[in-house]
């Protein structure tokens, strides 16, 4: 790729000669191990809904479940974007709708029920990684002091003396057109 | 030499690369003293604007001193002058330069080709800005070679400090191009959109321009602090509804003039749902740009009045309601800023002590440290604002 890139430079332009490292901040990573943790998902609920419905006792709601890998995906490759904190929030929301699901399908004529639990808490985990990486990828993070700026006006004589100033110059103008 | 080098999305370091050399009689080569990071850089860092390429040095606010020129400066620039550098880069010879429009300058972008294929004419090289403006090396780095060097600078004297003048490199001129385009008149309320660096710039500006009433609309409180301190009125638009308010402050008839700098990247939110419908879409490549704001102001406008542009949009916008652009008259004005029209006005009044840009600046650090302040002004953090390199 850089092969090519220079190809696209003119002959004297600065070419790379070392490269500084890259820097991934932690809350980042976090969201990349999210956000393919549920591109994969969505591609297995999509693909194979009945394995997932067998397994939980849930026949017949085949449709539900590849909808749900739909917004899985969705979710997911939103959390690999720039807008990360939209993913995982997204993600976050999701999960809601997963453990709705899985409530549902808690009943006690379900032969599958303990495997319905095992998902709900494997759902409860990894709501808890979404809401913490939704946290960590806010902008500004809360903890940090806010400071604030009331004290710059930008006017070395002050905001006054601009306004009076921009108001004499305006009144020029005006006896200047007529 | 040291340089920030784009590898991709999110991914720019700082990188050791070799020295820029003239390659034009029209070029010289500046000695770099003090660089800034832009809102535009943003873009460019989520690759959101296409045409950038592994190896590409960042940067378009740049000043130095010149250290070598070509041998076709006829004497308007020697070793040793301290410069400015603007963004466009400008023949000074073409139609378009001798009109004014200096950043639809028909003779520097190299790559006129591709910009003809994606805009249906060339506009002017810039400076670190994709290889559809020219895939001029960019300024955050130790050196700078500046093509068309003779007519492309702003000279400044001495006696003022490199963060007082930096921003005659772009975001000044251009918050005071968003303003001027405004046609703005002593009852005019204007409402800008976006209180980043740009909107900092047009505030200050309305209010130099004269105008009656300057509304300021953000949703980080440090930034509306600083609205607020160059006179303007501050709406948080994440408590507040910003119709309501704009409604209230103008006795229910809308701002004359409103100025978008914000662009492409208004933020998601689901309070603003057309912003996750963009963002879908985005995601699909139904969309490049997500246009909040610009339906908003077209919306919220006086019948009559101007919409002006300085915000970066990348190619192709949805739901734009052209029924209520039309229907009240409203004028569109925009365009990447023609910054020599402005700077010898704009660099008397600071002079002058009329106005001191270096207000905006929150931090200054090493050209090293360039990767990290990225991050640091795309998320706002640590208060930050304006981000200054010394090399
Ligand atoms: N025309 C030109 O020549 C030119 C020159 C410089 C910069 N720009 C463009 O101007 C824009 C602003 O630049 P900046 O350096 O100030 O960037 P910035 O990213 O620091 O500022 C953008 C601001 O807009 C705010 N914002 C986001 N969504 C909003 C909404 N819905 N309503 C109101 N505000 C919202 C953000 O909170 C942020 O403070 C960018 O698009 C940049 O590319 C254009
Ligand atoms: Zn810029
Ligand atoms: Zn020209």
Redesign the pocket.
Known sequence: MYYVANIMRSEGDPKIVRSGPRQVPPADRLARSLGWFSIGLGALELLAPRRITRTLGMQGDETLVRAFGLREIFSGIMSLSVDRNAGLWSRVAGDGLDAAALMSAMRRDNPKKHNVALALLMVGGIALLDYRGAQETAQRPQNGRRRLYPDRSGFPKGLAAAKAAAQRVLSHAKAGAS | MKALVWHGKEDIRCDEVTDPRIEDPRDAIIRVTSCAI???D??LFHNFIPGMLPGDIMGHETMGEVVETGDGMNGKLKKGDRIVVPFTIICGQCEQCKRGNF?VCETTNRKRHLAEKVFGHTTAGLFGYTHLTGGYPGGQAEYLRVPFADTTHIKVPDGLSDEQLLFLS??FP?GWQAAAQCDIEPTDTVAI???????QMAIRSAILLGANQVIA????PE?LSMAEAGGATIID?KTESVMERLQELTDGRGPEKCID???????VMPS?PDTILDRAKQMLMLESDRP??LREMIYLCRPGGVISI???YSGFSDKIPMGALMNKGLTVRT???HVNRWTDDLLRRIADGEIDPSFVITHTVDLERGPEMYRL?RDKQDSCVKVVLKP
């Open positions: 832009c809102g535009s943003l873009h950043s772009d975001i251009t959109w976006g209180c980043g660096p740009v909107g609309i953000d949703c980080v930034r638009f700098a914000t662009g492409t990247e208004s933020h603003q909040h704001v300085p915000g970066v365009g990447q800023t002004f």
